[in-house]
C-alpha cells in the first residue's frame, strides 16, 4: 500500500493575466508510482500563448503600469515574499513533486524546495545589484552604461526538477524586471501551477507571471512567439537544437542546459569509501533522472575489483520504494515512456558487450503497479559503447578503467557533453590539473552534485551555453545599454 497522500489535486487552468482560465485541449498528468491519473491538465493553445505574451508585454512596458513602477528593493521583496510563500507550502509542495514526479519525498522535501527557496532569495537580495558602469571616454563626454531588463521571458523547464529548474530561470527574470511566461513539463505541471496561486498571493502585478501548462506544442508556440524576446531552457539537447533553430526567424536570446554523460574519475590514492558513497550518489539520487548524473565511472585499474564489489553490496541494498515514504531512497521512474528508454540503454548494454554487474530489470513495489526500475552497473564498459557515449537518464551506471592520467583526461573529454565531472584524489596537485583538463562546467573534486545558489551551474559542448544561479545569469537576463552624453 503506498503511504497515504495528504494533499489534494486539483485540476489545471492557465494563468493568464493574473486569472485562472480554461481551455478546451486536455491532457492527464500521472502518478508514476501507481500509473493512477493524477489530474486533469489543460493545454495552452498557441490562442493562450498569445493571450499570455500580450498580458506580459502590458506589464512589461506600460511606464504607468505596476511592474515598472516598482523600485528594485520592491521587486526583491516581492520575490522574497514568494519564498516565504513556498516555505509555508513546503509539505504540499514537495508532495505534489513526488506524486507528479516519483521522486522520493526525502528529496522533494529535504534537497529540492530548500533549494528554490533559497534561490528565490538569492535573487530577491541580487535585485539591488544589477548596475551598469561609468566609463571614462573623453574629457567632453559623460558615458555610462545601463543594465535594462530584456523583456519578455519564455521559461521552458523539464520534468526531472521541476519546481527548482523552473526557479534558477524565475528568480534572475523577475528580479532583473523581466516578465514572464513559464512552460513546466506535460509530465510534472502540478508544482507550476501550485506556484502561480502563490505568485498571487504574493501579490505580484497581473501579467508578471503566466504559466501555460502543455507539451511541446505549446512550447513551440513560445519559442516562436514574436511577443518573447529571450528563451531560457533546461530539457534535452535535441529539443534544444530545435529551440535555437525556432528562435532564430526572431532572433530571440536563448540559454540552454542540456544533457550530460559526466565522466566521474577515481584515481587509487583516493578515499575509496567515500568514493564508493560518491559513485552511487552520483548515479542513484533523483532516480539518475539528473542532468549532472555520474553515469560514466571511471576507476584506475587497480580499483576495479575491490570498489565494483563495494559498489556492488550499495547498490545491492537500494530497493526501489514507495516515493512517499520518508525512508525511500530511490524511486519510481517519471514515465512509461522515459521507463522503456532506459531498458532500452540496459539491453544496448548487454548486446554490446557490457558486463550486468548489478540490477538491470524493471520491478515493482509491493507487487503494485509503477515504473520501477533496479539501480543497474554495468562493468567492462568500452567508451565508444552506446552506454558510455549517449545520457541515459536513469539508475544506470558505466563502469570503465584507466591506468594513465593523461588517457583518462582524453576519454573523459570524448563525449559530446560536457556539462559536470569529479576527481577523487588526495593528490591536490593533481586534483587541479584535471580539473583544468576537463571539458565540463563544473567540476567537484572529492565530492559530487553539490549545487548553491550563488554558483553558476551550465555546460560546455552539447550541454548547452549560458549560466544559470549565481550573479552571471543576470547578464542573461538584461540588455547592455550604453549612453553618450556630449559635454563639449
Ligand atoms: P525535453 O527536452 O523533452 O523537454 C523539456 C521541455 O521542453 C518540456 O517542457 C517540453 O514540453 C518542452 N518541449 C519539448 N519539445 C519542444 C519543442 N520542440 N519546442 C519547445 N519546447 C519543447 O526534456 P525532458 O525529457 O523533459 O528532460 C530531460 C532532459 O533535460 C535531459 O536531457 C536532461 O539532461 C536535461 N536537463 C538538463 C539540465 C541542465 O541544467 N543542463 C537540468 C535538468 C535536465
Known amino acids: ?30 502518478n508514476p508510482a501507481t500509473e493512477e491519473v493524477l489530474a486533469e491538465i489543460t493545454e495552452a493553445s498557441p490562442a493562450d500563448v498569445d493571450r499570455a505574451v500580450e ?14 513602477k516598482l523600485s528594485a528593493s520592491e521587486r526583491g ?29 526525502f528529496e522533494s522535501r529535504y534537497v529540492d524546495m530548500p533549494m528554490v527557496i533559497d534561490v528565490l532569495r538569492y535573487y530577491a537580495g541580487l535585485a539591488t545589484k544589477i548596475h551598469g558602469e561609468t566609463v571614462n571616454t573623453f574629457e567632453t563626454a559623460f558615458t555610462y552604461t545601463l543594465r535594462e531588463p530584456v523583456g519578455v521571458v519564455g ?15 524565475l528568480g534572475p527574470a523577475l528580479a532583473c524586471g523581466n516578465t514572464l511566461v513559464l512552460k513546466p513539463a506535460e509530465q510534472t505541471p502540478l508544482t507550476a501551477l501550485k506556484l502561480g496561486d502563490l505568485v498571487i498571493e504574493a501579490g505580484f502585478p497581473s501579467g508578471v507571471v503566466n504559466i501555460l501548462t502543455g507539451g511541446p506544442e505549446t512550447g513551440k508556440a513560445i519559442v516562436t512567439h514574436p ?75 587497480k580499483l576495479k575489483d575491490d570498489f565494483t564489489e563495494k559498489l556492488v553490496a550499495r547498490a545491492s541494498k537500494m530497493r526501489p520504494a514507495d516515493p512517499l515514504d520518508p ?52 562493468g567492462d564498459v568500452k567508451n565508444d559503447m552506446r552506454i558510455a557515449q549517449e545520457e541515459i537518464f536513469g539508475p544506470v551506471l558505466s563502469v570503465l578503467t584507466f591506468d594513465d592520467i593523461d588517457e583518462v583526461i582524453e576519454r573523459a573529454n ?21 580539473s583544468r583538463r576537463l571539458k565540463a562546467g563544473t567540476v567537484w573534486i572529492n565530492t559530487y ?40
Not at 498580458?55 to 515598472?68: C, I, P, T
Not at 550486468?356 to 520501477?372: A, D, E, H, Q, Y
Not at 552534485?449 to 548547452?464: H, I, N, R, V
Open 414 to 434: 570524448n563525449n559530446p557533453y560536457g556539462l559536470a565531472a569529479a576527481v577523487w584524489t588526495r593528490d591536490v596537485k593533481k586534483a587541479h590539473m584535471v
Open 327 to 378: 525512508k525511500t531512497r530511490l524511486g519510481a521512474i517519471v514515465s512509461q515512456e522515459q521507463m522503456k528508454t532506459v531498458l532500452g540503454f540496459i539491453e544496448a548494454g548487454k548486446s554490446e558487450g557490457a558486463k550486468l554487474v548489478s540490477g538491470g530489470n524493471r520491478t515493482s513495489v509491493n507487487g503494485g503497479k509503477g515504473f520501477f526500475i533496479e539501480p543497474t552497473i554495468f
Open 55 to 68: 498580458a506580459a508585454r502590458r506589464a512589461f512596458e506600460d511606464r504607468n503600469g505596476l511592474w515598472r
Open 227 to 301: 511577443g518573447i524576446d529571450k528563451i531560457a531552457f533546461t530539457g534535452s539537447t535535441a529539443v534544444g537544437k530545435e529551440i535555437m533553430r525556432g528562435a532564430a526567424d526572431t532572433l530571440k536570446r536563448v540559454t540552454l542546459e542540456l544533457g550530460g554523460k559526466s565522466p566521474n574519475i577515481v584515481f587509487a590514492d583516493a578515499d575509496i569509501d567515500n568514493a564508493v558513497k560518491g559513485a552511487i550518489n552520483g548515479i542513484f539520487y533523483g532516480k539518475g533522472e539528473v542532468c549532472n548524473a555520474g553515469s560514466r565511472l571511471f576507476l584506475e585499474s
Open 449 to 488: 552534485g553539490l549545487m548553491d545558489a550563488a554558483l553558476p551551474f551550465g555546460g560546455y559542448k552539447s550541454s548547452g551555453f549560458g549560466r544559470e544561479l549565481g550573479a552571471h545569469a543576470i547578464e542573461h537576463y538584461t540588455e547592455l545599454k550604453t549612453v553618450w552624453l556630449n559635454m563639449g
Open 77 to 105: 521583496r516581492l520575490i522574497w515574499k514568494l519564498a516565504d510563500l513556498i516555505e509555508k507550502n513546503i509539505e504540499e509542495l514537495a508532495e505534489l513533486e513526488t506524486l507528479d514526479n516519483g521522486k522520493p519525498i
Open 1 to 30: 500500500m503506498p503511504a497515504a497522500t495528504k494533499v489534494s489535486v486539483k485540476p489545471g487552468k492557465l494563468l493568464i493575466d493574473g486569472q485562472w482560465v480554461d481551455g478546451s485541449k486536455k491532457f492527464n498528468t500521472i
Open 155 to 169: 521559461l521552458i523547464v523539464p520534468w526531472n526538477f521541476p519546481l527548482l529548474l523552473a526557479s534558477w530561470k
